[in-house]
Structures are given as C-alpha cells and as structure tokens.
C-alpha cells in the first residue's frame, strides 16, 4: 500500500500524485482536484471540491492509499483532519507510459474509473456515487 508521507520533489526530480472527479450528484454539480507528493509538507497545493460554480479549498495534505503492484485495485484519497473529503476510485482502466532516455525518464500510471465516496463543504454532506474521473501516480527526471 502505497501512502503519502514525504515531498516528492528533489533536483532534477519530481514526483506526485493527482486525480480528478467531475459529474452531477443528486442535482448537484461537483468537481474535485487532489494531488499529493510533489507539494506534500510545502503548506500549498492543489486540492479543492467545486460545488454548484463554488470552489472550496481543501487546506490540508490528503492521505492517498492505493497498491503500486496492482493498479486495479481501489485508490482512496482522503482529508484526515478537515474531513472535507473521503473518495474512492474503482478503476475501470489502467494507462502506463514510460519513456527513458539515459537520464531523462518519465513515465506512470493513469487509473480511469468511478469516484465513490462523501464530500463536506459548509456543513454540509454530499454523497457521491460512481462519478467519472481518474487519478495518476507520475514521476520524472532530467
């Protein structure tokens, strides 16, 4: 099991995760942005849940669990403090990519699938069920 704990970004290196989950929910349009790795313990990143044409900050590191060895098990990405979010990808499909080319390398995995889960934003509590998205695990270096 795969989980974020240190920055995933050096010289001439650079490492991370990132997903995304858009659709409509009960009426409600959503998107959700999450990364981790190459921002973790910076004090900024990416991570926001839209709602209704609203975008609220989630303010924290999410904790990101998932299997490197099967990419087709669930990837669970949460807010552990805040408790803005707790989602999961199922994923339906698995694109891998890597190029190398001496000391240049690049290359991943990209997981495409349905986002289930729950998302909190002022107070309030939104189910989310099989919404369409992805999530990635990336790294390069040059």
């Known amino acids: 099991m795969c989980r974020t704990s240190v920055a995933g970004s050096g ?3 650079s490492f991370w ?7 409509v929910q009960g009426g409600v349009r ?16 990416e991570n926001g849940i839209f709602v209704d044409g ?18 087709m098990r669930p990837w669970r990405v949460r807010a552990e403090h805040s408790g ?3 989602v999961t990808l199922e994923p339906l499909f698995a694109h891998r990519t890597r190029m190398s080319l001496g000391v240049l390398e690049t290359g991943g995995v990209c ?3 349905r986002w289930s889960g ?19 695990e990336f790294a390069h270096r040059w």
């Open 111 to 113: 997981c495409f699938g």
């Open 30 to 45: 959503i998107g959700v942005n999450v990364g981790a790795k190459w921002t973790t313990g910076t004090g900024v990143n």
């Open 17 to 23: 995760n990132w997903g995304v989950a858009t659709g």
């Open 118 to 136: 729950t998302l909190r934003v002022e107070g309030n509590e939104i189910r989310v069920r099989d919404v369409i998205g992805w999530a990635e």
């Open 11 to 13: 010289r001439y290196r």
């Open 84 to 86: 803005m979010l707790d």
């Open 54 to 71: 609203r975008l609220h900050k989630v303010m924290e590191d999410l904790r990101w669990e998932y299997d490197p060895s099967d990419w």
